[in-house]
């Protein structure tokens, strides 16, 4: 069986649209991927949690990396764009730290979310 890990952002306005997007993308039912979710998303942790590290020991094979645009509480203030280029650092630095797993990154706009598939 497969399994995964998914960061992603608190907010109400996004983060069911961000774990839909990610069972669409990986394949997983709801009971197949551990979740993690505080105001700001990934961006928001400075190095890989407990959560994460747990998922990769129990065989978490795909892992996704999300934030979102349209104002994110987590970084008042902020643009999209500056979000996003929060987000491609964070992931990477994940991808980085679990290289042998997939890494996908999430970005949430009231238009949808993006997912891209990180290259290793």
Same mark, same amino acid.
């Given at each position: &069986?497969?399994? $995964?890990? *998914? ?7 996004? =983060? +069911?649209? /961000? &774990? ?6 990986? @394949?997983? +039912?709801?009971?197949?991927?551990? %979740?993690?979710? +505080?105001? @700001? $998303? #990934? ?11 747990? #998922? ?5 094979? /795909? &892992? $996704?990396?999300?934030? =979102? @645009? #349209?104002?994110?509480? $987590? ?7 500056? %979000?996003? *280029? ?14 042998? /797993?997939?890494?996908?990154? *999430?970005? #949430? ?5 993006? /997912?891209? +598939?990180?290259?290793?």
């Amino acid at each position: &069986m497969s399994l $995964g890990f *998914l960061q992603l952002c608190a907010d109400l306005r996004f =983060h +069911r649209a /961000v &774990m839909e997007a990610f069972e669409r993308e990986t @394949g997983l +039912r709801p009971d197949e991927y551990w %979740i993690e979710a +505080r105001s @700001g $998303g #990934a961006p928001s942790w400075a190095d890989n949690t407990a959560t994460s590290r747990k #998922a990769h020991r129990f065989g978490a094979t /795909v &892992m $996704g990396w999300s934030a =979102h @645009g #349209a104002e994110c509480r $987590g970084f008042p203030g902020e643009s999209d764009d500056a %979000i996003r *280029l929060r987000l491609d650092k964070a992931a990477r630095r994940r991808a980085e730290e679990f290289p042998n /797993v997939s890494h996908l990154v *999430l970005f #949430a706009l009231p238009a949808g979310v993006e /997912v891209t +598939r990180l290259r290793k």
